[in-house]
Each structure stands twice: as C-alpha cells, then as structure tokens.
C-alpha cells in the first residue's frame, strides 16, 4: 500500500518521530522482508531465494513466549515431514498471527484481502481435471494424471522447498516456494507450509481429488505484517516488534 498511506495521520507522525533511525546489522543495513502471516513460526532467507543465511531472518516462533526469550527454542523441527505436517494440521492458538480482529485486520490489509479469512490455516480442493490443468499450464509439459505431490525439503517454518510432482508420464522437481505456489495455483498458494490429502483413488491409483491444507499467507521471511499489527495493539513497542522479527539486529540513529 506503500504511498498511497503516506499522508495518514498515524504514518506521518510515525515518520517524524523514528527520523534518522535504520535497521542495521554490523554494519549493513537490513533486507527488511514481510509478509502478511507467517503461520506461526517465520521462514530463514535461504529456503526462499538465494542459500545465502541472513543472520537476522531466522526462524522464529510468533508468540509472547518468543519475545521474551533470547534463545528462541519452542519451535518444533519443521524440516522433518512427520512433525511439519502435525504442526500444519494443528491450529496452534498462541501465535500473534492467528487473529480474526477485524479492526486489526482492517488497518493492515486491503479491502479485497479482507475478505480472506483463513489465512492462518487453510484448505483448497482439486479435481484431478484441475491440478492436472493447472500444472501443465504453468509448467508447459504433458505431466498425464497427476499421481501425487511429494515434499523433498522443507524450511524451517515448515514451508517447501523443493517438492516433487508425480504424473503418469513425468515426474518433475519444482523450488523454491515461489515458483511451487505459482505452479498450485491460478493466481499463487497462499503458501507452500502445506500437506496433501488424495482422495478417491482408482485402481490405477489416480487420485480423484487433491486436498491441499496449509498454513500462513505469503514467503513467511522477517516480519508478519498480521503479528505485528496485533503486538502493536497489545501494547508492544516499535523497536520490541522490529527486533523480535530481525534477531541480532541493532536499531541505529544515523542522522538527525
């Protein structure tokens, strides 16, 4: 939304009172990624672009517990398959993003995106017709019946990063996270923190239906715009919201 808030009451005095301040590492300036709703726990920088870790775009778990701690350990390990699709399927209550505060809501999404409101757990149907459709449009290649679609990694907060798509006569792998909820979706997945359900199998074991349930909306790197915005309406300060979500990192005045 950018510019067009700029003249808000709120952003205005916001700007005036935090001039000259910069979040910074060392001595470089952060990558200050957001997204709308990390699920839960936020994703580490390399799982959705380069393999290069930033020290400060860790994953971290979204609750008070975590704020308060320096050490950051309530986070179940999300890399392993059994214990990333427990946490999916679970609508873990103590998260700052599992919110339906329409007045919160209101202040940080735009009017269309309010009309979405599982965005902390979710769930989309396929016929087989569909997905099958949807990949062959999006990947350009004659997959057949879509078989199944298996993770071969997954980042820390759970989302994939590599999965791999089982057809009748192709079998492709597709990452990073992006490029999998482009591929699983007309428009893109809300994200790839998901599992699949496969129902109706034949004989020849095509599934007739996929079910696919996930959780968050968006890459889940540094700060969750929806977490934020309740922390803040908890009574949280600026700097307690920027430093929970960029770890290590230092707010500095560089001028005045």
Known sequence: QGITKANNKS???????TRGQILMQGDE?????????????????????????????LAIRDNKQA????????????TDEEQAEK??????????CNTHDKKILSEILNDYDQETSD????????????????I??????????????IPMQRGKSGRICKLKIVGSKKTYIIGKELE???TLSNTHLYSSAF??????????????????????WGHGVGLCQIGAAVMGAEGYKYNEILLHYYRGAEIKKIYK
């Open 29 to 57: 300036i952060c990558d200050a990624r957001f997204s709308k709703c990390c699920g839960g726990v936020t994703e580490e920088f390399q799982y959705c672009w380069e393999n290069k870790p930033k020290p400060y775009l």
């Open 119 to 134: 965005f902390y757990r979710w769930k989309v149907e396929y016929t087989q017709n569909e997905i099958k459709t949807l």
């Open 195 to 216: 599992v699949v359900d496969k129902t109706e199998i034949s004989e020849e074991n095509v599934p007739a239906k996929f079910i696919i349930r996930g959780a968050g």
């Open 11 to 17: 952003v205005v005095e916001a700007i005036r009172a």
């Open 67 to 78: 704020v308060d701690s320096s050490t950051n350990t309530n986070i179940p390990d999300l």
């Open 136 to 149: 062959e449009d999006k990947i350009k290649e004659n997959f057949g019946d879509i078989l199944d679609l």
């Open 180 to 182: 999998i909820r482009r």
């Open 87 to 96: 946490w999916i399927r679970s609508d873990i209550p103590d998260s700052f």
